[in-house]
Structures are given as structure tokens and as C-alpha cells.
């Protein structure tokens, strides 16, 4: 498949209209709500760099705001639910102050069936367009500026990458760089590949000038993001892997993790696990979503492994990093999954001995395989198999925790926690949360903890 880059004139086009932007209205205040998953995190600090050079500061209260920009996610329908109701609540806010901006984008908004229904019952959002025009964003805003009408760009471009969009980062120590946009996998119950277009990857000189620069500006921990960073490159001209990518970001020096996410099973393998076994800034951690336990419901899923196959991966990663931190998303309910196979899933988890899952009752997205499947089994009885499978992750994940109390870890300092008895938080180089006791001026530093305590969720500590 041929790359679609964005031409480097037609990216500056948008920067000459956050110059208009700038010019036509002498700044103002804009209120941005994120959604959903890291990459629409990554993807909003894009879109407040954008706002930043039209002149916006930013607010948390949108009653203060000029512009409010709703960043959404339709991975599931409670994630578009709460779009609908910050929807709700903002129409009483414009209802005031008729000329407030409200804009719509993200996943849920590249949906024509979304679309529909903001045209004809939200008419209060001006704007809408989806992840496919984010790098257009300057240039949508001006044509509402200008045309004083409301804009919809929502078709299906296929997905481009756009480089050079400014970036306003959240943290000073954490930094998301997406290497690669869409997927190509289409597991029967995801909306991603909809909605974000086809698998496209960074140019490695790109990622590398990106990381190099923020090692240069002290971030401490990159990650690196895409829906299956295992298929980077596959429509590089040069031939380069993911496992390629991250032995020579790993080259770059300075004191800093790298982390990554997220994995696919059917694409992860002992060339990843040995280049991330070797590592200087490799976290040993890794997020490898199974989704199931029964290879009957793998098959209908589209997941291309089986059981065994995912749990030679585990072995294989295990033995070549055995302090590996390892995490997984799994879905609970899928269309026609029987009792039995749920239990199966629920044998996995055990099996494998996860530090933390995240863990979803299935829910039906327009549009996909699985929602036109028979979905005979009832919601509370979904819900039963769900809380089975939480009671035994819970419980071992609390074990795992209650391990690392008496013990030193080494941990990076990321933030204040607004919290007074613990006052910074940190993680561990597995990503372990630890609620640390110790000075302000700690954060950004790498340092050690003695665990005193843990929970579920989280170690506690002193520096
Ligand atoms: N219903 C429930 N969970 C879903 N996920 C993706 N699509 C759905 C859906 N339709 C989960 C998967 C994925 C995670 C990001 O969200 O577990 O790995
Ligand atoms: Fe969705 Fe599967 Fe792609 Fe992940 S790999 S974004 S679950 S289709």
C-alpha cells in the first residue's frame, strides 16, 4: 500500500489559518474534554497545540469558555453516552452565551450515524469531523469563523499522517508519541478500524527526532502509541519492524523509560522480547490483550491465535524477562459466548497470573461483524460472569501487590496527587502505581521506594 503523508505545503496551509484564526479574534478561552483511550490523549495535546497558536489559553471550567472541544471515543456505547450527556449540559451554556464554539471530534464523531444525530438534535455543535481531518482542524475552525454555518467533515479519507502540528504536553516527565495511526485487524466487535482509518506508520527518522527531542527537554518516560505498534512498518518502503524501531530508539542516550502499547498477540514475539530483554530503556512491562480464553470465541472474535499459541507467547516472554510486568484487556459477553467458555477465560487470567487486566462487558458498535451475531445471553447474566472474573483478578492482584511491601523498588516520580497523607505518585518500572510520601521537588526524578503498603490497585510508599 502506497503512504499517505500529507504534503508539507498543505500542512503549512493549516498553520497560515491559526495565523487567521489568531488575527480574526484576539484569543479567548477554550475548554478541551478528552475521551477514551492514549491515543486520543495524544491526539487532543495536538489539537491544544493548534488552539495555542490560534491564540486560545485554556480553562477546566466550560461555563468560562469561548471554544469547548469534546474529543470522544466509541469504543463502547457508554462511552458515547457520557458525549450525549456533556452535550446535554452544554446547550444550557449556549443557550446564554449564543456565541460559544462547540466542536465535536474524535471517534464517535467520524460515524456517519453520529453525525445524524448531532445534525438534527444537537444543534448546538458547530463543528464535527473525525480523527482522519484532525491535522484539517485550523482550517475547519476558519470556515466556521467565516461562514458563520455549521461544518461537518467526516468522510472517509483513509487516513493520512500529517508531521508538524505544534503540541501542548500535560506533563513535564510523561510523553505520548503515536508512531503509527488506524488498524487493519478488524476484530469482529471494534469500531477502531471504522472509524480510524487504515494501519499507517511514522517515518522512523520522524519518531526518533520526536523521542530524541523530548529526552533533550527531560520527559523521563516516553510511550509510544498505536492500535497494534506490532504491525509498524509494514508500509514502510524500508524495511524496519516494530522490534527494529525500538532497538534504535533504545540507542538514544539520557535517562528515560519507553514503554509501548498497545500489543497484539498474533503480531508480538521472541524478536520483540529480545530486543526488549536487551534494552537500556525498555520498561519491562507489557500490555498483550487476549479478549478470551476459548478458542471458539478467538475464532468468531477474528483474533488470529488461539489459546495455546497466546500462553507459548507468555512463556516465551517470561523466560526471557521473568520480572515482566504483564497486563491484558478482556472482553466478557461477546455475541453467543456460552457460560462455559466464559469460565475458560476466566481459566486464562488464572493461568497466566496477570498483574492487572482491563476488563469490558461486550457492547454492540453499528456497523461491525459482531453486532449483527446472536447475542441470546441477558445482561445481568453477562454481568454475573463479569464479576467472577474481577473477584479472581482482584484477589490476585492484591497478592501481587502485598508482594512488594518490605522491599526497595526503583520508581520514577511523575506528579503531585492532590492527595496530603501521600503526596506524589509514581511508578514502577513495570507500571505498578505507587502513592509515594516525599518533597514536591521529587517529581521528575527517578529514585527508590520502600513499599510499606499495597492494595488492589496500588503500592503505597516513602522515598
Ligand atoms: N465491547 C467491549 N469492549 C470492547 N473493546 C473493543 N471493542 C469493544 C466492544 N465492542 C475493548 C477491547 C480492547 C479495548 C481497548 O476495548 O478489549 O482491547
Ligand atoms: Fe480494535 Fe482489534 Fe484493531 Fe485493537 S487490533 S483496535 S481490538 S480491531
Redo the contacts with the bound molecule.
Keep these: 500500500m502506497k503512504r499517505a503523508v500529507i504534503p508539507p505545503e498543505e500542512t503549512a496551509r493549516q498553520r497560515a489559518y491559526e495565523q487567521k484564526i489568531l488575527a480574526l479574534r484576539q484569543g479567548g478561552l477554550a475548554h478541551v474534554v478528552t475521551y477514551g483511550?492514549q491515543q486520543n490523549v495524544a491526539d487532543s495535546q495536538q489539537l491544544r497545540g493548534m488552539l495555542a497558536a490560534m491564540g486560545f489559553g485554556f480553562t477546566d471550567d466550560p461555563a468560562q469558555a469561548d471554544l469547548v472541544l469534546l474529543n470522544t471515543c466509541a469504543?463502547?456505547?457508554n462511552a458515547e453516552q457520557k458525549v450525549y450527556g456533556a452535550l446535554g449540559r452544554l446547550t444550557h451554556i449556549k443557550e446564554r452565551r449564543p456565541d460559544l464554539l462547540v466542536c465535536l471530534c474524535g471517534c464517535m464523531a467520524q460515524q456517519e450515524r453520529v453525525a445524524e444525530k448531532v445534525r438534527r438534535s444537537y444543534r448546538l455543535v458547530d463543528l464535527v469531523f473525525g480523527p482522519q481531518a484532525l491535522w484539517r482542524f485550523p482550517e475547519l475552525l476558519y470556515e466556521v469563523l467565516t461562514k458563520k454555518g455549521r461544518v461537518f467533515s467526516i468522510e472517509n479519507e483513509r487516513g493520512a499522517i500529517a508531521e508538524g502540528a505544534p503540541v501542548v504536553r500535560d506533563s513535564a516527565v510523561k510523553a505520548w508519541v503515536s508512531i503509527m495511526y488506524g488498524c487493519n485487524n478488524f476484530?469482529s466487535?471494534?469500531?477502531?478500524p471504522y472509524v480510524r482509518g487504515r494501519e499507517r506508520s511514522r517515518s522512523p527518522e520522524d519518531i526518533l527526532a520526536e523521542v530524541e527531542g523530548l529526552v533533550r527537554d527531560g520527559y523521563k518516560e516516553i510511550t509510544l502509541l498505536g492500535q497494534n505498534v506490532n504491525s509498524y512498518g509494514k508500509d514502510l518502503e524500508t524495511p524496519l519492524d516494530f522490534a527494529g524501531l525500538l532497538a534504535q530508539i533504545d540507542q538514544i542516550d539520557g535517562d528515560f523509560w519507553l514503554r509501548f502499547m498497545?500489543n497484539h498477540p498474533k503480531d508480538t514475539g521472541d524478536r520483540l522480547f529480545a530486543v526488549m530483554a536487551k534494552s537500556r530503556h525498555i520498561a519491562p512491562q507489557l500490555h498483550l490483550?487476549v479478549?478470551s480464553g476459548s478458542d471458539r470465541v478467538l475464532r468468531a472474535m477474528n483474533r488470529g491465535y488461539t489459546r495455546a499459541s497466546y500462553l507459548e507467547k507468555v512463556r516465551a516472554l517470561r523466560e526471557k524477562i521473568p520480572q515482566v510486568v504483564l497486563t491484558s484487556?478482556?472482553?466478557i459477553g461477546?455475541p453467543g459466548e456460552t457460560e462455559a467458555e466464559a469460565m475458560e477465560t476466566i481459566s486464562l487470567v488464572e493461568e497466566v497470573g496477570y498483574d492487572a487486566l482491563?476488563?469490558?462487558?461486550?457492547?454492540?458498535?453499528p456497523g461491525?461483524p459482531?453486532?449483527e451475531m446472536p447475542d441470546p445471553v441477558s445482561r445481568e447474566e453477562k454481568q454475573v460472569w463479569f464479576q467472577r472474573l474481577l473477584d479472581a483478578q482482584n484477589r490476585f492482584s492484591a497478592q501481587r501487590h502485598a508482594a512488594y511491601v518490605g522491599r526497595k523498588v526503583p520508581i520514577l516520580v511523575d506528579g503531585l496527587s492532590g492527595d496530603e497523607a501521600w503526596p506524589l505518585s509514581a511508578r514502577t518500572p513495570g507500571g505498578r502505581l505507587v502513592h509515594l510520601q516525599g518533597p514536591a521537588e521529587a517529581v521528575g526524578r527517578f529514585a527508590q521506594a520502600d513499599i510499606v503498603d499495597s492494595n488492589t490497585w496500588a503500592l503505597f510508599g516513602h522515598l
Design positions: 483511550c469504543i463502547r456505547d476484530c466487535y471494534c469500531i477502531v498497545t490483550p479478549q484487556d478482556i472482553i461477546f482491563f476488563t469490558f462487558i461486550y457492547s454492540p458498535r461491525t459482531a453486532a
